[in-house]
């Protein structure tokens, strides 16, 4: 039995709210392609076109994420920013991050440029996200960055080294794994709206194994998934 909210989100749809629901997790949690989800589906005795899974994830991908932006607890006070090139449709553009100190993934913007404007943009959307400035904003040797962060939120201490900025560095691969498996973004918006679903699932599955118990590891799991299933809208199994 469903939830009054999956009665609502999910009205007027062939496949149950379990279906659809599982569909998208799969796709924006996994680095998989719309027919790998669609042949996990068959699997199942679920026959399903990989179109139908493109819809779906069209259609419920960022509700999703915006809900577990909403219920994820806040960020924290030290942001690391990244920026790093990507293809699109032949064309460079930058794909800019920002994550806090424990890896959650906080923005990340597509553009077309590497310089202050593009920054300035970016820490303007982080504060109007974020409602607050952090502690400390590390960030490689750009100097693009230090010319936004004085005229954007001065007071910030920012610390420049490209060894400090690991955490941004690194939550790039996901998205490099996604890029290969998609054969390359293809025009900018649809780049941004995959990005923008695609880390705040990530951002709810964001564990950190190696720091917690295996008791530990198995509690945080079935809450990320009891939050999904109330996120998605799918009653929690008895």
Request: hydrophobic share 40%; charged share 30%.
């Amino acid at each position: 039995m469903n939830s009054p909210t999956a009665e609502r989100l999910f009205a007027g749809y062939r496949f149950p709210a379990e279906v659809i629901s599982q569909a998208v997790w799969l796709y924006f949690r996994f680095p998989l392609s719309l027919r790998m989800v669609e042949e996990m589906l068959a699997a199942r005795g679920i026959c399903v076109s990989h179109e139908t899974v493109r819809q779906w994830a069209l259609r419920f991908g960022q509700e999703f994420a915006d809900r577990i932006r909403r219920r994820l607890p806040t960020p924290g006070d030290k942001w690391h920013l990244d920026e790093v090139a990507i293809k699109i449709a032949g064309v460079k553009h930058w794909l800019w991050r920002a994550v806090d100190q424990a890896g959650m993934v906080l923005d990340v913007p597509v553009q077309k440029r590497r310089d202050r404007r593009a920054a300035k943009r970016l820490l303007r959307k982080l504060l109007k996200r974020q409602c607050r400035a952090p502690r400390v904003m590390v960030t490689d040797k750009l100097p693009s960055y230090g010319a936004a962060k004085r005229e954007v939120m001065p007071g910030v201490e920012h610390r420049r080294h490209k060894g400090l900025n690991n955490r941004a560095e690194n939550s790039h691969q996901p998205t490099r794994r996604r890029e290969r498996q998609m054969k390359r973004f293809k025009p900018p918006r649809q780049a941004q709206r995959f990005l923008s679903a695609h880390d705040q699932v990530n951002n709810l599955f964001h564990l950190r194994r190696d720091h917690l118990s295996a008791s530990e590891y198995r509690a945080a799991t079935a809450r990320a998934f009891e939050m999904w299933a109330d996120i998605s809208g799918v009653a929690a199994a008895a």
